[in-house]
Structure formats: structure tokens, C-alpha cells
Antibody
Framework: QVTLKESGPGILQPSQTLSLTCTFSGFSLSTYGMGVGWIRQPSGKGLEWLANIWWDDDKYYNPSLKNRLTISKDTSNNQAFLKITNVDTADTATYYC???????????WGQGASVTVSS | DIVMTQGVLPNPVPSGESASITCRSS???????????LNWFLQRPGQSPQLLTYWMSTRASGVSDRFSGSGSGTYFTLKISRVRAEDAGVYYCQQVREYPLTFGSGTKLEIK
């Protein structure tokens, strides 16, 4: 059974760095073709893809966030991470991580971590 | 970036009827391997998105055969047969043909 769970600070102030962790089980990020993606959703709005990391450490980012994103992984501990620097209120959202299998199939999602940016 | 445009449903849809959700992409989602890189998700209220279909028409594991995806390179349809109360929520299409990955804005389905 594949499970993913996001964790984060809950609330942070503008200009700080947001650090998110995705802890997963039921698969390994060292398996050929496997990946983890991050997606966010402001309350009442749609989904926005942020970044993907692959089994071979290849990484892809949404250019709309202009170099503020860093994705990484710890294969031995079954975790993936996302950092967003210089946050502002527009980064307030629920952040999801998802397993990516077989050429772009996001087949399992975590429950989401709510993040609020407020002074 | 590839823009994904979703249609609107004439809500509410009576239980037992069919509903078709449309999605259009600004560029063909067919890759050189012949696959069409279009996914459909359902997000029920208060829940995470759930994968319904991928590669345009392949149903995800455990998904009812009442859900079927079809389309061409740039125009896609998710058909839901015999809608039930549990089908209510927001449906999203997503292209994974190229980066940055993009989603449609969502189509809300209400059941009567």
C-alpha cells in the first residue's frame, strides 16, 4: 500500500523560507522510473504544479516561481523535500506531494499540509 | 506553457444520468511514443485529488468503469455514466506532455 504524508511549519512570516517534507511508504525513490511531485492549492482555487524529482535525481521546476524552489530527496529514509524561499501571502495554500509512476502518472497523493504566510 | 481549458457542466446532474466533462489543450499532448499525456483527477470536498484516468483513456487501479476518458490530441472528454452522489466534486484535467506541467481550472459536478 502506497502512502504519502506532508509536513510543514503550518504558519510562517513573509520573507521566510518554507520547508516541506513528504514522508512516504510502499515504494522507493531509488526504483527506476519513480518520482515524487509537489502541487499546491490555495483555498477554494485550483491546482498548481511546483516541482518533480526522479529516481535518478533529475529535477524539474515550475518557472513561474522564479528560482525560489528547491526539491531534494533522501532515498534511504523515504522522504522528499521542497523549499520555497522568500515566501509571501500568495504562497498560502495546501501543499500536496504525489507519487509519480510510469511517465507522469500521479497515482497517489498525500492528505496535504496547510501553510499560511502571515505577518 | 500549455494552457488547459475546461468546460462547465449544467449542474446539478440528476442521479443516474450521464455527464461529460471537456478539456482542451493549447498544444497537442501526443508524444512521439504515441501516448497522449493527459490525466483526469477528481477532488471530492475536503479531500486530496484522486487519479481517475491517465494517458487519456487508461483507467487507474480501482476506478469504476463508469468513468471513461477519450479524445484527440488537443480535445478531451471524461464521461461519467450513471452518476452517483459519490461522484460529486471538482474534476481536473492535467497535461504531463511537457514541463511545466499544467492543470485545467476544474469543473464542478453537483448531483441532484
Amino acid at each position: 500500500q502506497v502512502t504519502l504524508k506532508e509536513s510543514g511549519p503550518g504558519i510562517l512570516q513573509p520573507s521566510q523560507t518554507l520547508s516541506l517534507t513528504c514522508t512516504f511508504s510502499g515504494f522507493s525513490l531509488s526504483t527506476y522510473g519513480m518520482g515524487v511531485g509537489w502541487i499546491r492549492q490555495p483555498s477554494g482555487k485550483g491546482l498548481e504544479w511546483l516541482a518533480n524529482i526522479w529516481w535518478d535525481d533529475d529535477k524539474y521546476y515550475n518557472p513561474s516561481l522564479k528560482n525560489r524552489l528547491t526539491i531534494s530527496k533522501d532515498t534511504s529514509n523515504n522522504q522528499a523535500f521542497l523549499k520555497i524561499t522568500n515566501v509571501d501571502t500568495a504562497d498560502t495554500a495546501t501543499y500536496y506531494c504525489a507519487r509519480i509512476e510510469a511517465l507522469g502518472v500521479m497515482d497517489a497523493w498525500g492528505q496535504g499540509a496547510s501553510v499560511t504566510v502571515s505577518s | 506553457d500549455i494552457v488547459m481549458t475546461q468546460g462547465v457542466l449544467p449542474n446539478p446532474v440528476p442521479s443516474g444520468e450521464s455527464a461529460s466533462i471537456t478539456c482542451r489543450s493549447s498544444k497537442s499532448l501526443v508524444y512521439k511514443d504515441g501516448k497522449t499525456y493527459l490525466n483526469w483527477f477528481l477532488q471530492r470536498p475536503g479531500q486530496s485529488p484522486q487519479l481517475l484516468t491517465y494517458w487519456m483513456s487508461t483507467r487507474a487501479s480501482g476506478v469504476s468503469d463508469r468513468f471513461s476518458g477519450s479524445g484527440s490530441g488537443t480535445y478531451f472528454t471524461l464521461k461519467i455514466s450513471r452518476v452517483r452522489a459519490e461522484d460529486a466534486g471538482v474534476y481536473y484535467c492535467q497535461q504531463v506532455r511537457e514541463y511545466p506541467l499544467t492543470f485545467g481550472s476544474g469543473t464542478k459536478l453537483e448531483i441532484k
